[in-house]
C-alpha cells in the first residue's frame, strides 16, 4: 500500500471516530477548570480535536487534566518555563536569537500577499485543513488568494513571482514534487518568496517533499504532549515570547487516537536548521524546520497549529495556542516581504487590542434588591457608565420560576447598556441534553417542556419586546454546546455566540463559525461568529465527581484582576481580544456585600485597560467590525520610491473603523474615496464606515 494510500485510509478512519464521538460528546465534562453560572452547574464540554491531513486524532478521555502540566507520567522537562519576561515583554535570550531584516533587502519592490496552493489530493483528502489555513489568514488580514477547489497546484506554481508567501496546506507526499514542482518552488524561495510546507511525506523511494523541505526522513508520532519553539528565531516565530506561547500542549498522553505530529530528521547539508520541537515520552524531535534558499526560505510544518487534545487551563489564563499559527503566518509574511507588509488590523482603530465585557444576568439578585442594595446588573452598568464604557448584558429570561424583572432590564436600556444579548430562558442545567423542539415555540406556549428551539426563540422574543430589537448576541447557560445549536442560532437571526471557554476554543480573536475546517459537525458552517470567554468571576472544578466553585471574593479579588491583567497584556501584544464574562450577582454562598467586592474589580479591571489603550467596546459592535474586515478585501505594493499603493474594497456590510496596517510608520496617506482617516504610527484608520462594495484607491509613504 503507497504511502498517500495509508494516508487516505486513516483519515476516512479517524474522521468516522471524531465524528461519532463528538457527536457522543454532549454536554459530558472533559475540562478540569469551568464557569459556572448558578448552585448547581455542570463543567462545559470540550471539543474533540478534529482530524487533520495524514493521521486524524481524536478526543482525549473525558477525565483528562486541562493543564497537560498534570498528565500523569508525563516527562516534567517538557513543560518547563521559558526564560522569564523583561519589562519591555521579551525575553533577553530570545531577543538575542531573532533574526533581523536585511535593510537593503526588498529595494526592487514587493508585493505582500499568500497564495494558498495544494496538489489536487488534498482538496478531498484534507479540505478542513485548507479551509483552517484560509480562516486563519483572514483572521490576520493578511491578503490572499486560494487555489481554485478541487484543482491542481500546477497552474498556481506559474504564478508563484506576484507573490510573497506560499502555503501548502493538508499534506505534500513525496511523489507529487517532481522537478517542476520543487524547481517553482524553489526558484520562489531564492528569489526572497517563503514557502509553508504542512507535513512533507514520503519513503526512501519518495523521497523528493522531504528534499524541497531539507529533511531525510519523517516520522509520525501519536505521543507528542508538547510543541517547544526552543530553536532558531527567524521572523515567523519573532511574536512567540510568553511561555504561553513558545510551548503548546498537544496531547495529555499517547494513545492511538491522539494529536499526530511529525519528527523531521535535518538535513545538516542543506542548511536546515530546527524551529520548534516535538517533545513526548517517545523523545525530543524537530517538527518545525527551516530550510534557506537564496533569500527566502522553506518551512517545514510537522504539526498544523491548529489541533490540540490538551491546553493550558480552560478559563482564566491566556491560552493563545490557536493564535499562534496567525502569529506564524504573520511573521512569514513579514520575512517573505523583506519588513514591507500592509494587513487588515484586528481593532476598529488605532488601539493594539480590545476587551469586551460581557455579563450574564442570571440570578435573582442581579434582577431584583437586596440585601446588597440596587439589582447587581444596575450596580455593574452604573460603575461601567461612570467610566465611559458599554457592555453586554446577557439575559435570563425566565418567567417560569419568576425572577426575570423587566423593569431592571429597561433600566439597563437607560443606562445606555441596549442592544442586549439573550443568555436562555429558563437556564437549565441539562442544556446540552435538552430535545430540540419545533421551533414554533413562543412566550405564550413555552414553558411545559424545556426545548432547545424554545431556550433560543423565546427568549430572542422577550428580550425583542424589551430592547425594541432582536439580540444577536446569545452565550449558553454554563457554556454548554447542544447538537444543532448553532444551525437553531443561525436561522433565529443571531450573529454572535460567546459559549466557549478559551480552553475549549483557544481563539482570542473572533472565529468565523462559516468558515473554518474544524469541528464543522458542530459549527454546520452557521454564519456565525464565535468569542471565547479568557476571563470570568469564578473558578469551578470538579474534583472526584464533586463540583465547587471558587467565586471572585475579597480575599482573592487582587488574584483574579492580576490574572485579568495578565491575560489582556499578552493579548493586547498579539492584537487579540478579551472577553470578560463577570456575573452581576453576589455569587454562591457569597454575603451580600460580595457584589461590591466584584463591581470594585470590575472597575480595576477597567482602569488598567484604559492606561493600557486598550480599546472597551461592546460585542457587537466588535462584532458588526468583524463581519465587515472579512468581507473586505485588501491589495497593495510596495516600492521604495512611492511606498505602498493598492485598493481597499468593500463587500456586502461595512463598518466604521477599517483600519490598515503598515510594517512602517506612515508619513502621509492620501485616498480619495477614504473619507476622514486618521494616521497613528504605522496605522491608518478609516473613521467613517464606507459605503458597501466602494473600492478605494490609497498611497502611503512611509518613514
Known amino acids: 500500500m503507497t504511502e498517500r494510500a495509508r494516508l487516505r485510509r486513516a483519515l476516512r478512519a479517524n474522521r468516522s471516530r471524531v465524528g461519532a464521538l463528538l457527536f457522543a460528546l454532549g454536554s459530558c465534562a472533559t475540562p478540569k477548570l469551568a464557569p459556572t453560572r448558578s448552585p448547581s452547574s455542570p463543567q462545559s464540554p470540550a471539543l474533540a480535536p478534529e482530524p487533520s491531513a495524514g493521521a486524524p486524532a481524536s478526543a482525549s478521555a473525558p477525565d483528562a487534566p486541562a493543564s497537560p502540566a498534570l498528565a500523569p507520567g508525563a516527562d516534567a522537562a517538557v513543560y518547563a518555563s521559558p526564560p522569564p519576561l523583561q519589562p519591555d515583554g ?21 508585493h505582500p500577499r499568500a497564495l494558498v496552493l495544494a496538489p489536487r489530493y488534498v482538496w478531498t483528502d484534507a479540505a478542513p485543513d485548507v479551509a483552517t489555513v484560509g480562516a486563519v489568514l483572514a483572521q490576520a488580514g493578511i491578503p490572499y488568494d486560494m487555489q481554485p477547489a478541487g484543482t491542481d497546484w500546477a497552474s498556481e506554481l506559474a504564478r508563484l513571482d506576484d507573490y510573497s508567501l506560499a502555503i501548502v496546506p493538508g499534506y505534500v ?49 501519536r505521543d507528542v504532549l508538547a510543541l517547544r519553539f526552543d530553536g532558531a528565531r527567524p521572523p515567523p516565530v519573532s511574536d512567540l515570547d510568553s511561555p504561553e506561547e513558545l510551548t503548546l500542549p498537544i496531547n495529555v498522553r499517547p494513545s492511538p487516537d491522539a494529536v499526530e505530529a511529525y519528527e523531521f530528521e535535518i538535513d545538516p547539508s542543506k542548511g536546515t536548521e530546527v524551529v520548534a520541537h516535538a517533545v513526548g515520552p517517545g523523545g525530543t524531535g524537530a517538527t518545525i524546520t527551516r530550510r534557506p534558499v537564496g533569500s527566502g526560505a522553506i518551512y517545514a510544518m510537522g504539526h498544523d ?12 489564563c491566556f491560552e493563545p495556542s490557536g493564535d499562534v499559527l496567525r502569529l506564524f503566518l504573520q511573521g512569514a509574511l513579514r520575512e517573505g516581504s523583506k519588513g514591507h507588509a500592509v494587513v487588515l488590523h484586528t481593532v476598529p482603530g488605532e488601539a493594539s487590542s480590545v476587551l469586551l465585557l460581557t455579563h450574564d444576568v442570571d440570578a435573582p439578585d442581579a434582577f431584583r434588591e437586596g440585601p446588597w442594595g440596587k439589582p447587581g446588573a444596575l450596580q455593574v452598568a452604573e460603575a461601567e457608565r461612570e467610566r465611559g464604557v458599554r457592555a453586554m448584558f446577557n439575559i435570563t429570561t425566565d418567567y417560569v420560576t419568576g425572577y426575570y424583572y423587566e423593569p431592571t432590564v429597561r433600566a439597563l436600556c437607560d443606562l445606555g447598556m441596549c442592544p442586549l444579548g439573550a443568555h436562555s430562558v429558563t437556564h437549565p442545567l441539562t442544556f446540552g441534553k435538552v430535545p430540540r423542539g419545533t421551533c414554533t415555540e413562543t412566550p405564550d ?48 437571526g443571531f450573529k454572535f455566540d460567546s459559549g466557549f471557554g478559551i480552553g475549549d476554543l483557544p481563539y482570542n480573536l473572533p472565529v468565523d463559525l462559516s468558515a473554518v475546517g474544524f469541528h464543522q459537525n458542530r459549527f454546520e458552517h452557521a454564519r456565525l461568529l464565535e468569542f471565547p470567554v479568557s476571563c470570568e468571576d469564578g473558578i469551578g472544578e470538579t474534583r472526584e465527581g464533586v463540583q465547587t466553585r471558587t467565586e471572585l471574593q475579597a480575599s482573592n479579588r487582587d ?55 486598550v480599546a472597551v467596546l461592546p460585542l457587537e459592535q466588535v462584532g458588526d467590525f468583524w463581519r465587515a474586515r472579512l468581507d473586505a478585501s485588501l491589495d497593495a505594493r510596495y516600492d521604495p520610491a512611492v511606498g505602498y499603493s493598492g485598493t481597499l474594497a468593500m ?24 473619507g476622514p482617516v486618521a494616521v497613528h504610527a504605522s496605522r491608518v484608520v478609516l473613521t467613517e464606515a464606507p459605503p458597501p462594495h466602494r473600492t478605494m484607491t490609497f498611497v502611503a509613504r512611509v518613514k
Open 445 to 492: 406556549t413555552y414553558g411545559k417542556q424545556i426545548t432547545l428551539c424554545g431556550e433560543v426563540r423565546v427568549s430572542r422574543d422577550l428580550v425583542t419586546r424589551i430592547g425594541n430589537r432582536a439580540p444577536r448576541l446569545w452565550r449558553s447557560p454554563y457554556l454548554e454546546l447542544a447538537p444543532g445549536l448553532f444551525d437553531i442560532l443561525a436561522k433565529s
Open 90 to 110: 521579551s525575553t533577553a535570550a530570545l531577543a538575542s536569537r531573532v533574526r533581523p531584516f536585511d535593510p537593503d533587502a526588498g529595494a526592487e519592490g514587493v
Open 173 to 221: 507526499e513525496g511523489a507529487v514534487v517532481h522537478f517542476g514542482v520543487s524547481d517553482a518552488l524553489e526558484r520562489f524561495a531564492r528569489r526572497g518568496g517563503v514557502v509553508v510546507l504542512f507535513k512533507p511525506v514520503g519513503s526512501a523511494d519518495e523521497n523528493q517533499a522531504w528534499n524541497l523541505a531539507g529533511i531525510v526522513r519523517a516520522k509520525r508520532r
Open 305 to 316: 497549529l491548529a489541533t490540540f487534545a490538551a491546553s493550558h487551563c480552560y478559563i482564566n
Open 651 to 674: 463587500g456586502e456590510t461595512t463598518a466604521a473603523g477599517m483600519t490598515l496596517e503598515f510594517s512602517e510608520p506612515v508619513a502621509d496617506f492620501s485616498c480619495g474615496d477614504c
Open 559 to 613: 488574584y483574579f484582576v492580576a490574572t485579568w491583567i495578565h491575560v489582556l497584556r499578552e493579548n493586547a501584544r498579539n492584537k487579540s481580544y478579551t472577553t470578560l464574562l463577570l456575573h452581576p450577582s453576589v455569587g454562591r454562598g457569597m454575603p451580600a456585600n460580595n457584589l461590591r467586592t466584584k463591581v470594585e474589580a470590575l472597575k480595576r479591571f477597567i482602569d488598567e485597560a484604559k492606561t493600557l489603550g
